[in-house]
């Protein structure tokens, strides 16, 4: 019975956590853009729960923002040698969560939408700025 109950219980948070993620409307105030505007340490999820990055800089202009992410441990993107991460999406494309910033965009879509740099440049740079 408590193996029952356990499996439940987990069940019932990954369905809620699904949904949220799924249903994750982008809700930035301009109070959440004047608080996060140009700051760092700010952890970067993509819409479906996937850790992408966290950022060392961050840049709002309009309708356009630029997250500059260093990929860490268990993040999307660690596996191609610690490269940094650039992400340029707009702005209503985003969602403040706490101290965590959404994307309205699934771990699939960054994969596809990530381009290399030369060997001699250190990053990858991903456009999300399709609608």
Known sequence: MKRFKTAATT?????????????AQ???????IAAINGKSGIRV??????FVGQTFGLRINGERTRLFLLSR???????????DVIITTHTDKLTLRGNQLVLDADER???????TSGSSD??????????
């Open 26 to 32: 982008a809700d930035l105030s301009g109070s959440d």
């Open 73 to 83: 441990s268990g993040s999307t993107f660690n596996l191609r040698g610690g490269r």
């Open 11 to 23: 069940l019932t948070a990954a369905l809620v956590m699904g949904l949220s993620a799924t249903f």
């Open 109 to 115: 879509r960054l994969k596809v939408k990530a381009h």
């Open 122 to 131: 250190n990053r990858i740079t991903i456009h999300l700025l399709n609608r």
């Open 45 to 50: 999820y993509s819409s479906d729960g996937e």
